[in-house]
């Protein structure tokens, strides 16, 4: 099941659209985001725009679906704030009530026609009208187009070998990246995407890789010596970034790295990607592929308040945190998935069509979406979707990229009573571990 991609709006369309607001920046606003990366970036560039006016705001997260009995009881709850919902889809033909003022959604797709009519850009536009609402409203510079447009690029990036992250934009989308890169906020180029690649010593951002997992690299400190050894990196580079290698010595590098890895983690680790004109070139978000996996790792870890404090420049304490947090889930996983694949060489998962079932109990509950992902990037199993159960800890379902639209299956689970949390855009996480529930997600998933 994958979602159709329909026509995207222009900026035209989005700016005609939120003429019709009325938002007083004195207001105290609550805005409430989509946990998924565009959403929680768009989400942090209103309310930067929000400081800049001198307003007041408080920042919430929420499933990427929502019914709209839900939406409903928010409204009500903060009735006196002007309400925001950046990239949350609503369930349910029921009306939006008004209230003292219609909330004001921002993307996503809706199935009453009235919640519909009350959108502002679509689901391939949510950092664009987020940008046209902070500019045409609020306090909006430079830095919120950058930010934006990062959140365009990151909301459709890809991994896999030859995307073209500008070629799948459209309308309002595309018209945000053009004028960022006019402007010199945005520059495209080619390179290495692996996290880190800019900010941490080279041979530390092979032995903690975990998004790609590079099979016989990552925990394995000895060959990720014995690698660049065999490259002849000079010794002064190993506790420089890998982006400060000379392209002779990254030359080097790529003819020893490359070929041990299957090819689906060496698109991951080079390739197209965008730099940020007013960001440092060691910082953390510097980097398009830098930010992209920000945002997965904080919705892995649940740290999404964090990543959102970092997006609205906040360079110092909360950035250390996060990147100590990473490092230290980086090691946990890595040996959590050395000791599931070692189990599963001694016991063959069940596999009922394209879904892989694997019972563990190796890794804690927010490892079991990334204990998929990798278990599928490494054709662990020959599977489309990967179930693992964890007794008193989770069940999460990984999938491969386009086999399963998330909207869709949230808005399945919801109807069946079955509460889930996003955990990655291709993973979800239930607490429920009871058999029924086993069941019913095994039999909703065989049915996509």
């Known amino acids: 099941m994958s ?26 606003f609550l805005v409430a985001s989509s946990t998924l990366p565009e959403a929680t970036m768009s989400a942090s560039l209103i309310c930067r725009s929000i400081l800049r006016s001198d307003g007041l705001f408080q920042l919430t997260f929420l499933e990427p679906v929502m019914t709209v009995e839900e939406v409903n009881a928010l409204r009500k709850t903060h009735s006196k704030s002007t309400v925001i919902l950046i990239g949350i889809d609503l369930a349910g033909k029921k009306r939006v009530k008004k209230g003292t003022g219609y909330p004001i959604l921002v993307g996503g797709t809706h199935d009453s026609s009235q919640a519909e009519s009350l959108r502002i850009g679509d689901e391939h536009t949510i950092s664009a009208a987020a940008y ?25 990036f890809s991994w896999s070998k030859g995307f073209d992250v500008l070629a799948q934009l459209k309308g309002a989308a595309k018209s945000l990246v053009s004028s960022a890169q006019k402007e010199k906020l945005i520059e495209e180029h080619r390179g290495y995407r692996i996290f ?14 975990i998004r790609p997992y590079l099979q016989g690299l990552s925990g394995r400190h000895e060959n990720c010596e014995r690698t660049l050894e065999e490259a002849d990196v000079p010794f002064s580079k190993l ?31 080079l390739g197209q990607d965008f730099s940020l004109a007013q960001e440092r070139k060691e910082s953390p978000m510097r980097l398009v592929s830098g930010i992209r996996s920000i945002s997965e790792i904080a919705l892995t870890l649940q740290e999404i308040g964090t990543s959102s404090a970092i997006y609205m ?13 990473y490092l230290t889930y980086s090691r946990e996983l890595i040996r959590a998935f050395q000791g599931l694949r070692m189990s599963l060489e001694n016991e063959i998962p069940e596999i009922r069509d394209s879904l892989a079932i694997i019972q563990t109990s190796e890794g804690k509950r927010k490892m ?23 007794e008193g800890e989770g069940i999460s379902v990984t999938w491969r ?16 009573g079955i509460n889930a949390t996003t955990v990655s855009t291709n993973s979800i996480l239930t607490d429920d571990t009871s058999k029924e529930t086993r069941n019913n997600l095994q039999e909703t998933l065989l049915e996509l």
Request: hydrophobic share 40%; net charge positive; charged share 20%.
């Open 196 to 209: 880190g690649a800019n900010f941490t010593p080279l041979n530390e951002v092979l032995e903690y890789s």
């Open 401 to 416: 990229p386009g086999v399963v639209h998330l909207q869709s299956l949230l808005r399945i689970m919801k109807t069946k």
């Open 3 to 28: 979602g159709k991609r329909g026509k995207a709006a222009s900026f035209k369309t989005i700016t005609k659209q939120q003429d019709s607001l009325t938002i007083d920046p004195r207001k105290h």
């Open 313 to 325: 420049g906040d360079r110092a304490q909360q950035l250390q945190s996060f990147l100590n947090s």
């Open 239 to 269: 506790r420089m970034p890998i982006s400060s290698l000379t392209n002779e010595e990254a030359k080097r590098l790529n003819g020893i790295l490359l070929p041990n890895l299957d090819s689906n983690t060496t698109h991951y680790i």
């Open 368 to 390: 079991l979406g990334d204990l998929g992902r990798i278990i599928l990037e490494t054709d662990l199993v020959l599977a489309d979707m990967v179930m693992i159960f964890t």
């Open 132 to 156: 046209v609402i902070a500019k045409e409203n609020l306090n909006a510079t430079s830095q919120e187009l950058q930010l934006a447009a990062a959140a365009t690029l990151v909301g459709n």
